[in-house]
């Protein structure tokens, strides 16, 4: 194996891992409970990244609408534990309440979404 197949290797089990460590100490300082939302969406993107590496060359058809299907729960997900956080955040100004806040969020995933290079997967 060289060094980049090694690296690429670390950078597709490395953040799996990391998400369950984040979700092991979540559990353990009841964390979930001031954030169900967010708990609900690394532990959904972690199920998909376990389920996914298993299934990805033993089934590819059902791992393509196991993919697909995970990807749209997880953007509902996302965004609404954007739309928490900002509201925790922006609570303190009042300008930044109700629809303001549903459109700061909005521009924020659009400049995660458009700063992202187009990974050429199908």
């Known amino acids: 194996m060289t060094y980049l197949e090694t690296l690429q290797q670390f950078l597709w089990i490395f ?3 990391l998400g369950v460590i984040t979700l092991i100490i979540m559990a353990k300082r009841g964390l979930y409970r001031e954030l169900p939302v967010f708990t609900a969406y690394l532990a959904c993107i972690t199920f998909i990244d376990i389920v996914g590496a298993l299934l990805r060359e033993s089934h590819p058809a059902f791992y393509f609408y196991f993919f ?5 729960l997880t953007a509902l997900l996302g ?3 954007s739309t928490r956080f900002s509201g925790l955040v922006l609570k303190p100004f009042p300008l930044y309440s109700g629809s303001a806040c549903f459109f700061f969020v909005l521009f924020l995933r659009a400049c995660v ?3 992202q ?3 050429g997967h199908a």
């Open 68 to 72: 697909w299907v995970g990807d749209g």
């Open 79 to 81: 965004y609404a534990s």
């Open 117 to 119: 290079p187009l990974s």
């Open 15 to 17: 953040p799996t891992c």
């Open 113 to 115: 979404e458009l700063s």
